[in-house]
């Protein structure tokens, strides 16, 4: 069973930075693609980033891109989006991702089965 949570959201004013971390309790960390969503209110859950099982690859929303910035670290297992000069159109819950197709480097590539609980990115004009 894959367990994911994800912590570092919270409020920040327009032009900052955050980062968020995703824990991966699997066994099988190594070998699974990782993606970061995010909902705002009133809209559908979107792609953000997507990283493969090697980390060699990473793919982006058009939105953020060259703002975020996703990793892995195999020894902590652990998932980063680094999110850089912050817009009040990003606050959103974001959430983690895990599982999927092995060789999956595509922003639509269909998500993996497994979801953390969400944290909540607010950005202040």
């Known amino acids: 069973q894959v367990q994911l949570v994800e912590s570092g959201g919270g409020l920040v004013q327009a032009g900052g930075s955050l980062r968020l971390s995703c824990v991966n309790s699997?066994?099988?960390?190594?070998?699974?693609?990782m993606r970061w969503f995010r909902q705002a209110p009133g809209k559908e859950r979107e792609f953000v980033a997507i990283i493969s099982w090697s980390g060699n690859v990473t793919n982006y929303a058009d939105s953020v891109k060259g703002r975020f910035t996703i990793s892995r670290d195999g020894v902590k297992n652990t998932v980063y989006l680094q999110m850089n000069s912050l817009k009040p159109e990003d606050t959103a819950v974001y959430y983690c991702?895990?599982?999927?197709?092995?060789?999956?480097?595509?922003?639509?590539?269909?998500?993996?089965?497994?979801w953390g609980q969400g944290t909540q990115v607010t950005v202040s004009s």
């Open positions: 699997g066994r099988t960390f190594s070998t699974t693609v």
């Open positions: 991702n895990a599982g999927g197709y092995s060789s999956a480097t595509s922003g639509r590539s269909p998500p993996g089965d497994y």
